[in-house]
């Protein structure tokens, strides 16, 4: 069992920045794809951003391209998103994920506000 615990989050301006942090308690971290998702109320999780388990590949959302930046550090068994030049409407619950084979892992999920 994989536990992700998620930081970093916030109330933030419009136009400011914020990085989140995913810690894995994982020591096979290098072998996981890690990925960001959110959920806004009143709407369904979606994607955010992934990586694959190297840190060589990232796919991104198109509402966040350019703006946002995923990495992993296996060494630190840790995952980041780093959220720059945020709107109003990236507010939602991000959640972080860790994928490998059949498995699949999620955090408990951290607040982003993002005000006007």
């Known amino acids: 069992q994989v536990q992700l615990v998620e930081s970093g989050g916030g109330l933030v301006q419009a136009g400011g920045s914020l990085r989140l942090s995913c810690a894995a308690s994982e020591r096979t971290f290098s072998d996981y794809n890690m990925g960001w998702f959110r959920q806004a109320p009143g709407k369904q999780r979606e994607f955010v951003a992934g990586i694959t388990r190297s840190g060589g590949s990232t796919t991104y959302t198109d509402s966040v391209k350019g703006r946002f930046t995923i990495s992993k550090d296996n060494d630190k068994n840790t995952a980041y998103l780093q959220m720059s030049s945020l709107k109003p409407e990236d507010t939602a619950v991000y959640y972080c994920?860790?994928?490998?084979?059949?498995?699949?892992?999620w955090g408990q999920g951290i607040q982003v506000t993002v005000s006007s």
């Open positions: 994920n860790a994928r490998h084979s059949v498995y699949e892992y």
